[in-house]
């Protein structure tokens, strides 16, 4: 999982953190603008991880957990607080590198990058209905 517990499972750093604030906002003519906060969970917690140069085997294994979280929320430690989040992850990228060939010329060994973007989740998530 990709909570930390897996050494091959760690993002690499340098990694981002965004905090945004939720708001509600009414501008007036004068200039006046009336702010309110947007619930009680309105600080919203977003990661930019890499998971960088891992062998295919731990990349396929990564793909493979976050197609089968099936848009579930799931554990993620943020090694730079080293406390756990409940997030979601719909958008991630692979890149591939060849790391070595063979006599022959076709690669023997391939390791890849998996990129993602991680939102945290409050209240009931899909694994939760």
Known sequence: MFDGSNKDWCPALDMSRKKERRLKTAQFGDGYQQRAL??????QRSWSVVYDYKPAEIIDAMEEYLEGTRGQAFPFQDPADGKI???FCDTWEVQWQRITFGT??????LNGTLSAEFQQAYGLTAAGL
């Open 38 to 43: 947007d619930g009680i969970n309105n600080i």
């Open 85 to 87: 989040y409940t997030v």
């Open 104 to 109: 022959s010329g076709v690669r023997s060994n």
